[in-house]
């Protein structure tokens, strides 16, 4: 096998900050070449032909994704590696589908950029040597693209829990509070599964409002709000090519939906609503009242239940409201026999 050394990677980035940090990163380890364009970078592609290509998303002129389709073209079997920053899901998406290899968020992380390119280099190095992955019993391509996607989600995650530190805790209880119904449901384990994922990523839409809107500290207006309820529909668009996640991207749509039809972004009805989607609606909003926001602080538990209760039939499931009491007072939050409720 080649020496790192004879190993050059590309890095192509508009700001020279940007080219630094990555150069920082493999210095002393490989030959390092820099593009600030385009057109500098598949100049590069042809006459160095370099191992590895790091491709920011955003460059002047012609942009990541027709650059990363010319390098296609030029060298398809070069490993390509698109860099994002924040704001850049859908073309991180694109990239990925025209055969990106994997995805990088900026800021950078050093560790998480030097095990992403060692995996890609060695892979790609495969590859040569040893034929298709199918050949040699290795996950397919397709496989593989799954599993990319699946890390671009986590990475997204990340930073959405970057542009609002409460989505973090948010999303960890809504998870606790709907596995805790879907139990009480007699879920199975694969149902819990696709429950505890659809959890995790119900508010990922959220990466794509402004944050003036997302961190306000005071009510929204109304035109904020149209923005705001946009986050379903972003969410849904994230996860759309990720098969493995075909039941989840629906309950990230539909998480808003209200039982009596007034919510958002398809009206629906009643059992139209999917029964996952119907949970998170509870779990959501329970966990929105009881917490902390900029505008306002944390409802009592009294009165967050009470508000599950008149909304019962309205905004909420009255079935899954009475589920998930009988899961909080089993767990000791809620005591139901105090207020005459039925178990």
């Keep these: 096998m080649a020496t790192l050394m004879e190993k050059p990677i590309l890095i192509v980035d508009d700001e020279e900050g940007a080219r630094e940090s990555l150069r920082m990163v493999f210095k002393g380890e490989h030959k390092i070449l820099l593009a600030k364009d385009g057109q500098e970078c598949l100049d590069l592609v042809r006459i160095e032909r370099p191992a590895l290509i790091l491709l920011d998303i955003r460059l002047p002129g012609m942009d990541g994704i027709e650059v990363l389709q010319r390098i296609k073209k030029i060298r398809p079997e070069t490993p390509v590696i698109v860099v994002s920053a924040i704001g850049s899901h859908k073309a991180v998406i694109d990239a990925l589908k025209l055969g990106a290899v994997d995805f990088i968020a900026k800021p950078i992380d050093v560790i998480q950029v030097r095990d992403t390119a060692r995996r890609a280099l060695f892979q790609a190095e495969c590859d040569q040597s040893l034929g298709t992955p199918a050949a040699r019993g290795v996950p397919t391509v397709e496989e593989i693209l799954e599993a990319t996607y699946l890390n671009v989600i986590k990475t997204l995650c990340k930073i959405l829990v970057k542009k609002d530190p409460y989505t973090r805790a948010h999303s960890q209880q809504v998870t606790h509070y709907a596995l805790m119904i ?8 694969e149902e819990l599964l696709v429950m505890e994922q659809a959890a995790l990523l119900h508010d990922i839409g ?15 207006t109304e035109s904020e709000w149209e923005v705001m309820r946009q986050h379903p529909n972003i969410g849904q668009d994230i996860l759309e090519h990720i098969q493995v996640l075909h039941l989840e991207q629906t309950m990230v749509r539909h998480h808003h939906e209200r039982y009596d039809g007034q919510g958002y972004p398809d009206g629906l009805t009643g059992e139209e609503i999917p029964i996952y989607a119907r949970i998170l609606n509870v779990v959501d909003s329970f966990h929105a009242m009881v917490s902390d926001r900029p505008y306002r602080k944390a409802l009592p538990l009294e009165t967050a239940i009470q508000e599950l209760q008149k909304n019962s039939g309205t905004q909420f499931d009255p079935e899954i409201v009475k589920v998930f009491l009988t899961a909080l007072s089993k767990e000791g939050v809620y005591k139901i026999e105090e207020r005459g409720e039925a178990a």
């Design 182 to 189: 879907g139990r009480e449901l007699g879920f199975s384990e």
């Design 206 to 220: 959220k990466i794509g409002i402004p944050d003036h809107i997302l961190r306000k500290p005071g009510p929204l």
